[in-house]
């Protein structure tokens, strides 16, 4: 009986042990739109490798230890409320922006209220519409094991952006 068990020890030592890592992929891809209505598509997402301890934002790796807790994206109108800039989909201006990230929709667009709106933007997250507060927002992530964990988006307001 005891060389069994040796037998058994023995071969569970030669067994490789695997841990489970913790990895994920969100290439994330959309469309941005220039004021003169040309349309140009981007790819912008995220991806984890536990096992090399790299993290991926955009066309970008970097080494980590571990996930980290979140990331900002900012968007910034321009002063006359006309544009916007967001540094990761474009090299400049652009007037509108349409953003598939996992299971999450964000889009950013153009649009008349009979209520006055900051820039007459609506951004909208999985069908939920947001007007700006400012002239800066941000769509914040955040991370977990299986990707993203939660989206928010700071900045703005659910009720027309016509309250200060």
């Given at each position: 009986m005891k060389s069994k068990l040796k037998i058994i020890t023995a071969l569970t030592l030669l067994v490789p042990s695997y841990n489970a890592f913790a990895d994920f992929s969100l290439p994330g891809k959309g469309?941005?739109?220039?004021?003169?209505?040309?349309?140009?598509?981007?790819?912008?997402?995220?991806?984890?490798?536990q096992?090399?301890?790299?993290?991926?934002?955009?066309?970008?790796?970097?080494?980590?230890?571990?996930?980290?807790?979140?990331?900002?994206?900012?968007?910034?109108?321009?002063?006359?409320?006309?544009?916007?800039?967001?540094?990761?989909?474009?090299?400049?201006?652009?007037?509108?922006?349409?953003?598939?990230?996992?299971?999450?929709?964000?889009?950013?667009?153009?649009q008349q209220f009979s209520d006055p709106v900051k820039g007459d933007y609506v951004i909208e997250l999985n069908g939920r519409s947001y007007f700006f507060t400012r002239n800066n927002a941000s769509i914040v992530m955040n991370f977990n094991e299986e990707g993203i964990e939660t989206i928010a988006i700071d900045g703005v307001t659910k009720n027309m952006g016509t309250k200060n």
């Open positions: 469309s941005v739109t220039y004021p003169t209505g040309v349309v140009k598509e981007f790819k912008f997402g995220f991806e984890w490798q096992k090399a301890e790299k993290f991926t934002i955009g066309s970008k790796s970097y080494n980590m230890e571990q996930i980290p807790s979140s990331y900002s994206v900012a968007i910034t109108l321009s002063k006359d409320d006309s544009q916007i800039w967001v540094q990761e989909f474009n090299n400049g201006f652009i007037e509108e922006f349409e953003w598939q990230i996992g299971e999450h929709k964000i889009t950013l667009k153009k």
